[in-house]
């Protein structure tokens, strides 16, 4: 038994370094060289030297912005989500795993994988993305989402680039579950019935207060909610604090972590 744990939590952490590339060592300003035909060569040979010339000034052609693996979550969050999730596993909380906002689908890829390794295969992983990308901003009906520009973003990973992200890992099968589309237009009508963790990343107010209002009824006491972008953007912050005090949640908003003295997500685990 313990043989049997000490693998699974071995293969958990794996995946999550993975996930989030962390500890690898990958760069987009790495491009193989590519002589086969008399254009590449001479194309391979003048990328070569605006390379050199580039780095003698200390630049590169290519940056390497962190974007590489399938989450944007550093260990930190991804270790949020791993602890809430065996704690509903080992504590018996009922219901399914949810991300909104899933991007290239990382954190829905390792729910998948706990819930498998923990034998958990009742549980359904709700994957919900508009997968092309955040909604402009509604000034009218959210206020706090007027000059948001995270819409600006190129956010938008299509479903079937995702459902590959999963099959690299060998984690696509009936019990992941895609909801397409703008969550004003999903979460209403989201097929969702008990949830144990539910993990937001919407970044904006719209995308974060809609979620909260149509699938927090939905999380199981003891079941945790988790907001990615807390601390980091407005937005987010607003709508999570106007939401609590709509419910009258006395609930203690934990912090996940700091970046530079601020606040990088947050989370609470509902009352019972």
Known sequence: ??????????????????????????????????????FHAIRWNLFSLVRRVFRLARLEIVTNDGRIGESMMGMGAMNNLHQCIETVVTDGVDGDFCETGIWRGGGCIFMAAAAKVHNQQHRLIWCCDSFEG??????????ADKDDKCWEQELGVSVNQVKENFRKY??????????KGFFSDTMPVAPIEKLAVLRLDGDMYESTIVVLRHLYSKLSPGGF??????????????????????????????IIGKVNGKDLGAYWRKAG
């Open 1 to 38: 038994m313990s043989d049997t744990k000490n693998v699974r939590e071995m293969y958990l952490e794996l995946l999550k370094r993975s996930l989030t590339r962390t500890g690898f060592d990958d760069s987009f300003g790495i491009i193989p060289r590519n002589t086969r035909t008399l």
């Open 134 to 143: 955040l909604p402009k901003p509604n000034a009218e009906l959210y206020p």
């Open 170 to 179: 060998d984690l696509l099968d009936e019990n992941v579950r895609f909801l």
């Open 225 to 254: 909610v988790i907001f990615d972008d807390y601390g980091m953007i407005d937005g987010c912050d607003k709508a999570v604090h106007d939401f609590r005090a709509e419910q009258r949640i006395a609930e203690k908003l934990e």
